[in-house]
């Protein structure tokens, strides 16, 4: 009985406690919300804002920095062991160990140059041609972005990227001075060539106040989305002078000089087409839809440029040859090279077939008739195929693809002679002849310097022997061990 009684008060308890509790709640809660009417939620919905807007920043940022890392390893596949096995299977075997070492041995020489002041000198803030000293030693390049180049990478993984285009560059002189020129000359020459030819190049064309600057208001602005005058055109002609320079080897063009190992060329032509996209389409220096573009557009005109060189060759000889196929793949990755960014696919075809037969010309018809010893054609492809593309990346070069030129109010403007902009062949056309220009004088001064320093070629008895055993003390093949 008291168990019913207790429950029954218990209910009544529970029912009064009911009604009167959202009068009371109400009463109670109500001068709270009344403290803060909305400040309190207006500065949390702001803070959530700034925090979702930093996610947003940090997502992009790790997104981008992570391709171009991507992108830095594959431009420095392109020297070791790309153009290593490219260079070393068009030389005899004697000389196949001589060869890549010089590709190895830039691959550390330059990375060390370009730490203590060769990236200062390309990027830090200096005048029209050369940069000034702010990044000696790498200081103040860190985790921070540069805004004037990349900003939403660190400066530091930019830095990095840079460097092996700067690796690459003197490596592609090589292929003119091939099976002649000391170790020791090779090692002075590229450092000189570095500080006086590279430096300057890169610093006008993609430097902060570059006189040839075209994102950053240079005086004549050239457009070179990723290297067609700083490495190709500057490398291309420094090779020819080097070639003219040193003169001809010993038995050319008597003997044939034929290449060793053509599979080894054609492996590392395959390994320089897959680096090519780091090289391109990581010169957006984002993962972003230019880098996209330029990714699509290496890839057809390197394709389009395999089948132009091949296709002559194969109704001048009667045969299209593996050599001819990977050479003219070359070609049209080298004048893609400054149009990348800024061309389409379609675009970008009609520039590698070009680039295509106009290398393939230089190579098997200009050269024979002037007969210079571009051991490797570093001219016929580089400087040469670097020259065309430079010149049609301001005929095809549209703002639809990348709009880099603005008005004052910030309206896109015309980019190339097709889109309406006629006076930028003009600027490629001066971008071009400083380079050529700074390329051919400094190779001169540089070659007179290292000769007077520690001799430039060999002797004929150690070029006979072989630059493996002669400037290395081993051989590349051991068939009887």
């Known amino acids: 009985m008291r168990g019913k009684s207790a429950f029954a008060i218990y209910a009544v308890v529970l029912f009064f406690s009911c009604l009167c509790f959202p009068t ?32 947003v920043a940090d997502a992009q940022t790790a997104g981008d920095n992570s391709w171009m890392l991507v992108s830095s390893g594959l431009v420095l596949l392109m020297t070791g062991p790309g153009l290593a096995l490219f260079y070393g299977g068009l030389v005899r075997k004697k000389n196949i160990l001589g060869t890549m070492m010089q590709s190895f041995a830039l691959m550390a020489l330059i990375t060390v140059l370009w730490g203590l002041f060769g990236y200062s000198l390309c990027f830090a803030p200096g005048n029209s041609y050369i940069g000034g000293l702010d990044y000696v030693f790498l200081r103040n390049v860190g985790a921070a972005p540069n805004p004037a180049y990349a900003a939403t990478i660190p400066q530091q993984t930019f830095m990095i990227f840079q460097l092996m285009f700067a690796i690459i560059t003197p490596g592609l002189i090589a292929g003119a001075f091939a099976e002649r020129m000391k170790f020791s000359a090779m090692v002075v020459f590229s450092s000189l060539w570095f500080v006086l030819v590279y430096a300057p190049m890169a610093h006008m064309v993609w430097g902060q106040g570059g006189l040839l600057n075209a994102s950053l208001g240079g005086a004549y602005p050239t457009l070179d989305f990723a290297g067609g005058t700083v490495v190709h055109v500057s490398s291309g002609v420094s090779a020819l002078v080097c070639a003219l320079y040193l003169g001809k080897r010993r038995g050319y063009p008597q003997q044939p000089l034929l ?33 996209t573009s330029a990714f699509v557009a290496t890839h057809f005109a390197a394709a389009a440029a395999a089948i132009g060189w091949a296709g002559v060759e194969w109704l001048r000889n009667g045969k299209p040859s593996a050599l001819g196929a990977i050479s003219g793949a070359v070609a049209g990755l080298v004048a893609i090279t400054p149009a990348s960014g800024y061309v389409g696919p379609m675009s970008a075809m009609i520039i590698g077939l070009c680039a295509g037969v106009f290398c393939y010309l230089m190579v098997a018809v200009v050269k024979v008739r002037f007969g210079y ?36 109010s910030g309206e896109a403007l015309h980019v190339g002679l097709l889109d309406g902009n006629g006076h930028q062949l003009v600027n490629q056309l001066i971008g071009v002849a400083i380079a050529w220009g700074l390329a051919a004088l400094g190779s001169v001064v540089i070659l007179k310097v290292t000769d007077a320093l520690v001799g430039l070629r060999v002797s004929e008895e150690h070029e006979v022997q072989g630059l493996d055993l002669s400037q290395h003390g081993e051989i590349g093949y051991d068939f009887e061990s």
């Open 24 to 55: 009371i709640s109400s009463a109670v809660i109500a001068p709270q919300i009344g403290r803060a009417p909305g400040s309190a939620t207006a500065a949390q919905q702001e803070e959530r804002i700034a925090v979702l807007e930093q996610k």
């Open 259 to 291: 290449p060793h190992s053509v599979v080894l060329s054609f492996i590392g032509a395959c390994l320089l087409w897959v680096g090519w996209f780091g090289f391109n389409a990581g010169s957006a220096l984002s993962a972003s839809h230019l880098a």
């Open 373 to 408: 010893d571009d051991s490797l054609d570093a001219f016929g492809v580089h400087g040469s195929g670097g020259t065309l593309g430079a010149l049609l990346t301001g005929v095809f070069a549209m703002a639809a693809v990348n709009p880099v030129f603005h008005s004052e």
